[in-house]
């Protein structure tokens, strides 16, 4: 959960601005926490309770405690927040695969990871794709915490979910832009996250593709987490800029599942 927000930090600032490189600075005056850390903390809220309660006024909860985030949040996600009886409405947007990292450290088995995954996207995204996207980042980041090899989990990811995987980082990004989608943003998440040495290097990969590269790096660190120790220094980065309700759900759920 805290590697889902230290990418979204460092991606913040070249949401609208891509840099396609490795080479950058990762925290500066304009990095700031988004979208995808808020809804972030609402589920990892939801499965520290055990994912009995209604995920919708969880999120609500923390989505109207913080309406105007950085970057903004999507306009129909807008509505939903807003909504006193929200809906499903059927997207396949990114905005699920960002969020679900919780369930990636919760569970330990592919079946309840995979049906806890859905319910956390159910509610908004319940289109297939974006019941898909959420499915597959939790299910990476049960297999490198089970520690599979990450050739295994490209070949499982593929077999699993149809994702193409084929292309590298180098060859993703001189032809990749602004894309919205799960089907358009989690593969290239996992490749970057399968080719990186290390978390920071993972980070870094994944804002050097360029397109939603907030919400890219996001879901990449959330995965890079399950996998790669987060250096002290980025932690104490990211958590000097994360007001203290949301670093503090962040926090408690890593003493819960990874003894911090
Ligand atoms: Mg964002």
Not at 101 to 122: E, H, I, R, Y
Not at 217 to 243: F, S, V
Request: net charge negative; hydrophobic share 40%.
């Amino acid at each position: 959960m805290l590697g889902a927000a230290i990418g979204d930090i460092v991606g913040s600032r070249f949401e609208f601005a891509n840099h396609k490189s490795t080479e950058f600075t990762l925290f500066h005056p304009h990095s700031n926490y988004t979208d995808d850390t808020i809804c972030t903390v609402a589920v990892t809220e939801w499965v520290l309770k055990g994912c009995q309660d209604d995920l919708a006024p969880i999120l609500q909860t923390w989505c109207r405690r913080y309406p105007n985030p950085d970057g903004a949040y999507g306009a129909r996600f807008s509505n939903w927040i807003d909504a006193e009886y929200p809906a499903p409405y059927g997207s396949w947007g990114n905005g699920s695969a960002m969020r679900v990292s919780a369930v990636g450290w919760a569970f330990d088995n592919l079946p309840d990871t995979l049906a806890q995954a859905a319910a956390s996207a159910a509610i908004t995204h319940n289109h297939p794709e974006g019941i898909k996207g959420a499915q597959a980042v939790a299910a990476v980041m049960l297999w490198a915490r089970q520690g599979q090899p990450k050739n295994w989990i490209r070949q499982a990811v593929s077999s699993e979910f149809g994702y193409d995987l084929s292309l590298s980082c180098e060859q993703i990004s001189p032809d990749y832009r602004f894309d919205e989608s799960c089907q358009g943003t989690v593969p290239q998440a996992i490749t970057a996250f399968l080719e990186a040495q290390d978390f920071e290097h993972a980070v870094r990969l994944a804002v050097s593709l360029g397109g939603d590269s907030d919400t890219l790096a996001a879901i990449t660190g959330a995965m890079a987490e399950a996998a790669h120790p987060i250096p002290q220094p980025l932690r104490e980065a990211a958590l000097a800029i994360l007001p203290r309700d949301l670093a503090e759900v962040l926090l408690l759920a890593g003493r819960v599942w990874q003894g911090r």
